[in-house]
């Protein structure tokens, strides 16, 4: 028998005991985010004790720099959005003290063989804390400003526009300021870069939602049947196509694939959900083997990263050839099922491995066991995403709310799998545990507005002001009828006191 949403199950509750405060759970989100804390706390000693063999002052400066960063945003909760889900936040600041814990691993390795090889390195750590700082000030502003996520819909077409702006910003810039390993997708400025595609795929799917919210029932019956399929009319479907049309073409000129795979993957799934219909996907996975089989064609990197795909040890040596993917799976291979250990193993050998690769450095100093446990919190986490999804009462929450959770689980799919030699590598971030300040700012206002939606579904209904009975004349000053029983055959008369 299937249970009533949190929404209904908290209005029940209420209506019980008027008297009984309801449950947010921000009790059972702190003592998890203190439990995060704690795994994160004992992975750096074991970092330092396994590279340094001793204990230094920087474990503490991370430590509680982690500690400020996740209190104040588990009171930013508390405060915001105190019926939001418990187990969002501590997924996020796990995760993200995980990759903390393997960037700070990076630099020891690289900073030692810098000293050998009498070079210099600046380490990337104490940037990752500055990022991940900047990020929850950008999730403060959000859970303040945004106090009702049905407001943007009200700005569905903007957000569109914003996102294919910023998608393209990047390629019409010059090489010197947006190229960075073949792909023209930052915006290099003095000191930082800048990703806007990962911010664009935000607007986009604010977009996507406030669109099929008023056509999703148009989607169902309205156009005519081709093949036995109901085909919307042109203009009602003209403004989604075109907008994913023109965003996968940017992508694919700036060489940004994985990107474009990921944004495939949310507008098909966000109108299946819209609309219920499981042809959209068939006709959706039909135009996606056409452009894998057009771009394949049309792009020599498409081609190169197919040929690493198919046998990376053939292109080893080769410039842009399987080298990267080949390390990876040693690395993989040498952490089997139990891993290393913490700070035993050799992931700074794989290039980009703070980044891109960084999963192989986890699969290889945690093994199988450690891998699958980070991607068991990934599940956790898009499936409370996509359970308060469910429950909210709106329907653009909904949409947004599954359009958010199952980008997560797309993004962290195309990396892991292409590190794996599942399908053909990608150059995307893992969220949350790569280094790099864009991906993390982006993914934090993902949290932020799933954290919205959940707090709208598990928020009970304001009672109904109970209707008060209307008042009736006493009963000395009502109007009385005397009836008078006719004879046999006769007819009734009456008369009006």
Excluded at 132 to 158: E, N, S
Excluded at 165 to 170: E, G
């Amino acid at each position: 028998m299937s249970q009533p949403p949190l929404s209904e199950q908290a209005a029940a509750i209420y209506q019980t005991n008027p008297q009984r405060e309801l449950p947010t759970r921000r009790g059972t989100e702190l003592g998890l985010l203190g439990f995060a804390a704690f795994i994160v706390t004992c992975a750096f000693v074991l970092v330092q004790a396994n590279q340094e063999q001793e204990l230094s002052f920087s474990i503490i400066w991370y430590g509680l720099a982690y500690l400020a960063l996740f209190a104040v945003a588990h009171f930013a909760v508390r405060r915001w959005a105190p019926y939001a889900d418990p187990l969002i936040l501590p997924s996020v600041a796990l995760l993200n003290g995980i990759g903390l814990v393997m960037i700070y691993r990076i630099d020891l390795a690289m900073a030692e063989r810098a000293a050998q090889s009498g070079s210099e390195y600046s380490a990337v750590a104490p940037k990752q804390v500055l990022f991940t700082a900047l990020a929850l000030a950008l999730f403060l502003a959000v859970l303040i400003l945004v106090k009702d996520h049905r407001t943007l819909t009200r700005y569905g077409y903007i957000c569109g526009l914003v996102g294919v702006f910023a998608l393209a910003l990047p390629a019409l810039l010059p090489s010197s300021l947006s190229q960075v390993n073949g792909a023209k997708v930052w915006i290099k400025l003095p000191g930082v870069s800048i990703q806007p595609g990962e911010f664009a795929k935000i607007l986009l799917m604010v977009f996507f939602a406030s669109f099929l919210v008023g056509k999703r029932d148009l989607f169902r019956v309205a156009g005519r049947r081709v093949l036995g399929v109901e085909l919307p009319r042109a203009r009602d479907l003209g403004p989604i196509v075109i907008a994913s049309l023109v965003a996968m073409c940017i992508l694919m000129f700036e060489k940004d694939l994985g990107q474009s795979l990921l944004l495939f993957g949310i507008v098909l799934t966000m109108v299946y959900v819209a609309t219920e219909r499981g042809i959209w996907v068939a006709v959706g996975f039909g135009f996606f083997v056409i452009g894998c089989v057009i771009a394949y064609n049309l792009f020599t990197h498409v081609q190169q990263r197919v040929a690493n795909w198919i046998d990376p040890l053939a292109t080893y040596y080769d410039a842009g050839g399987g080298y990267q993917v080949a390390q990876g799976l040693f690395g993989l291979g040498t952490g089997g099922v139990g891993g290393t250990g913490l700070g035993a193993g050799r992931p700074d050998i794989v290039p980009e491995a703070n980044s891109d690769f960084i999963t192989a450095g986890i699969g290889e100093e945690l093994g199988f066991i450690g891998l699958a446990a980070l991607l068991m919190v990934y599940l956790i986490l898009a499936t409370r995403g996509m359970r308060s999804a469910l429950a909210v009462r709106d329907t653009f929450g909904k949409l947004l709310g599954c359009g958010l959770s199952f980008s997560i689980v797309m993004q962290v799919f195309v990396i892991v799998g292409g590190v794996t030699k599942l399908i053909p590598m990608t150059g995307i971030t893992t969220p949350f545990l790569s280094y790099g300040g864009s991906s993390l700012l982006a993914n934090y206002i993902l949290v932020a507005l799933l954290l919205r939606i959940s707090d709208a579904a598990r928020r009970p209904s304001p009672k109904a002001r109970p209707r008060q009975p209307q008042a009736q004349a006493p009963l000395a000053e009502a109007h009385t009828v005397m009836v008078q029983r006719p004879p046999a055959g006769g007819t009734q008369t009456g008369s009006a006191e």
